[in-house]
């Protein structure tokens, strides 16, 4: 059966889209990592090609935001 995936962020450059992903997995959340391969491969970051869009299986969405909203920063 195919899980629905569900847009959590989408963020500027792999390197933090990587450690988003790292953060995740080590509480079991399973996530995919949507990008245009220009803007990896030639570090581009204009025009949308450095975007990276994270994606999670709709049943974990609260739990994956919840695990992204604790970890802004408090003003």
Known sequence: MEQELKQLIVIEGMVEAEIIKSKLDSFDIPCLLQFESAGRLYGITMNGL?????MVNAGDYEKARELLDTDEPEN
């Open 50 to 54: 450095g975007k990276v869009k994270i």
